[in-house]
């Protein structure tokens, strides 16, 4: 690179780091007080810094990788699209991936989901369902049902309208005025007896699960007929720290929705494509939304595409002529990229022709004996909740009083850049660790992750 010597190449992009670019979620006064780790390449499960030091990814790129970076079956796919057409508008034309992954995804989906919509991050795919939802009961001539109910904690992306769908005081405060007011109710996890320390399963977790229902039941009972959709991430909610769901809230959530006349809207960006045990997690409810989110894995986490599926209903709503103003006055310059969908298109390939859901099973029962072995016995850490293979487990000063760390103390971000010390990438959830894997991560690589893990947590909190 123009004689450059790798050092003064890195010592460049430091700087250059340093100066110039803004992180996401990032404090830049924190940032600035450690070596930023930068990522030349990929391998496989591994990321490859500047320096060609390995690092196991760990959340599998902020959840999105699937099966591991480079594929070739789906780097191949993109280089064929890459020759024929990069980019083409879906606004008044189409092309043939776009087409075929919406066929597609229409075949995977539950029948009753016969539209796809094509945009290309999970906060717009939420940004779609909110206006669908909002417009369909307008155009079905019930306006007062313009309110949304979501999960407390909920996380749906950071555009405005998924931000007011997951207001979190601390993140959000001050933005009351940009934003609209939702209905919260308590997911099981927080209607627990233990409040937020219990384990996630048993009959404890199964009468939690019902006590969120009443509590949702007994909003709808009030205040049902204003209400457009209720929004959840089905089976885990993963930024409020990988809470699990039974799979009867589903089906109670369903049969709630169905029995107060509201949509049902399932943001799978994060479950969806394997990451629970099935492709998508409704699946384990058996149940189907009126509006479907998907985004990250659908492209095995290589490009930015995302997807909200919709009923024949609710798109029929939108049908009539111009004049009447019905259409969905919404799009992305770049929703339904080729690449991404050429992407996709060999993603569910690989997902077919490798077995990837009954691989990633084995690897999630593998990754439990691991985690009952390495992390649930440490100090100063609750129990370890895992659904597929989501796994979150909370740092405690003290778990039996619920006494937390302080916030400045950053436990589990220290946690995590010890970790990366020893060759491992994580980014935590405030005080919660996360461990989210690529779908078939081997034996050998599960067992380095997690005592990796264990390792850079006794580390912080010197147990
Ligand atoms: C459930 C859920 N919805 C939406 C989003 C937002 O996705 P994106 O970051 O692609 O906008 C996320 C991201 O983590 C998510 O977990």
Not at 77 to 88: G, K, T, V, Y
Not at 300 to 309: E, I
Request: glycine share 10%; net charge negative; with cysteine.
């Amino acid at each position: 690179m123009n004689g450059e010597s790798p050092a003064s190449r890195r010592e460049r992009l430091v700087n250059d780091d340093r100066r110039c670019l803004w992180h996401p979620f990032t404090q830049s006064a924190e940032w600035l007080s450690y070596e930023p780790l930068i990522i030349e390449k990929a391998e496989g499960p591994f990321l490859i810094d500047v320096d060609g030091r390995r690092y196991l990814d760990g959340v599998s790129s902020l959840w999105c990788n699937v099966h591991g970076h480079g594929h070739p079956r789906i780097v191949a796919a993109m280089h064929e699209q890459l020759d024929r057409l990069q980019h083409s508008t879906l606004l008044g034309l189409s092309h043939a991936p776009a087409i075929e992954l919406a066929a597609r995804l229409v075949e995977l989906a539950p029948p009753s989901l016969t539209r796809v919509f094509f945009s290309d991050s999970g906060s717009t795919s939420v940004e779609v369902a909110l206006r669908m939802a909002f417009q369909y009961w307008r155009q079905c001539g019930k306006p007062e049902r313009s309110r949304f109910v979501t999960l407390a904690e909920a996380y749906h992306g950071d555009t405005l309208g998924s931000v007011s769908l997951g207001f979190s005081e601390p993140f959000h405060s001050g933005y009351e005025t940009i934003t609209f007011r939702v209905h919260k109710f308590e997911p099981p996890f927080l209607c627990h007896p233990l409040n937020g320390r219990g384990a996630c399963d048993g009959e404890d977790f199964e009468r939690a699960a019902q006590e969120s229902l009443e509590r949702l039941e007994h909003f709808l009972q009030r205040d049902g007929d204003t209400v457009a959709a209720v929004v959840i991430e089905p089976l885990v909610q993963g930024a409020a720290g990988i809470w699990p769901q039974p799979p009867s809230f589903l089906r109670g959530v369903r049969e709630l929705c169905d029995r107060f006349g509201c949509l049902l809207v399932c943001d799978e960006v994060a479950t969806g494509f394997g990451r629970t045990g099935t492709l998508l997690a409704i699946e384990q409810g058996g149940i189907a939304p009126d509006i479907l989110c998907l985004a990250k894995g659908l492209t095995a986490g290589y490009l930015p595409v995302a997807a909200t599926l919709a009923t024949e209903t609710v798109f029929e709503a939108f049908s009539g002529r111009y004049g009447e103003y019905k259409t969905l006055f919404h799009g992305h310059t770049y929703g339904g990229n080729p690449l991404g969908c050429a992407a996709a298109l060999a993603n569910l390939d690989v997902f077919e022709h490798e077995n990837t859901l009954e691989r990633s099973r084995r690897a999630a029962a593998t990754l439990r004996g691991l985690l009952d072995q390495h992390i649930a016995p440490l100090a100063h850490v609750g129990p370890p909740r895992q659904q597929g293979l989501m796994v979150g487990f909370d740092l405690w000063k003290d778990f039996d009083r619920g006494l937390r760390f302080a916030a400045d103390e950053r436990c589990a971000h220290r946690a995590t850049l010890a970790a990366r010390e020893r060759g491992v990438f994580l980014r935590p959830l405030g005080d919660t660790m996360v461990l989210m894997p690529p779908l078939t991560l081997s034996d050998e690589l599960l067992e380095v992750l997690v005592t990796t893990a264990a390792a850079a947590v006794r580390s912080v909190t010197g147990a």
